[in-house]
Nanobody, 127 residues
Framework: QVQLVESGGGLVQVGGSLRLSCATS????????MGWFRQAPTKEREFVAA????????EYADSVKGRATISRDDARHTVYLQMNSLKPKDTAVYYC????????????????????WGQGTQVTVSS
């Protein structure tokens, strides 16, 4: 079992930046591929970014490419999502997810590929 706790959300103005953190604990957390998803009110959860277990491969949704960077610090058991040039449509609850069902150089982009989920952190972008 692994536990995930997100932090770093908040209220930010259009064009601003945030860095979300996901602290992991439990079984060898470095053996997990990690992902970020988000869900806006009245919308389905959508993929944002993912990184493979070795930190060698990353994937991004088209909506955040060029504005988001996912990274992992296995020594700190933490995964980060840096978001820049934030837009109102980035407003959502952001969730961190982890999975052992993966291989090297594979960063899952579908939510059903993930086994563990955090509780989420709210990001609100005001115009």
């Amino acid at each position: 079992q692994v536990q995930l706790v997100e932090s770093g959300g908040g209220l930010v103005q259009v064009g601003g930046s945030l860095r979300l953190s996901c602290a992991t604990s439990g079984r060898a957390s470095s053996a997990y591929a990690m992902g970020w998803f988000r869900q806006a009110p009245t919308k389905e959860r959508e993929f944002v970014a993912a990184v493979d277990w070795a930190g060698r491969r990353t994937e991004y949704a088209d909506s955040v490419k060029g504005r988001a960077t996912i990274s992992r610090d296995d020594a700190r058991h933490t995964v980060y999502l840096q978001m820049n040039s934030l837009k109102p449509k980035d407003t959502a609850v952001y969730y961190c997810a982890a999975t052992t069902r993966t291989t090297l150089n594979y960063a899952p982009v579908r939510d059903y590929e993930y086994q563990y989920w955090g509780q989420g952190t709210q990001v609100t972008v005001s115009s």
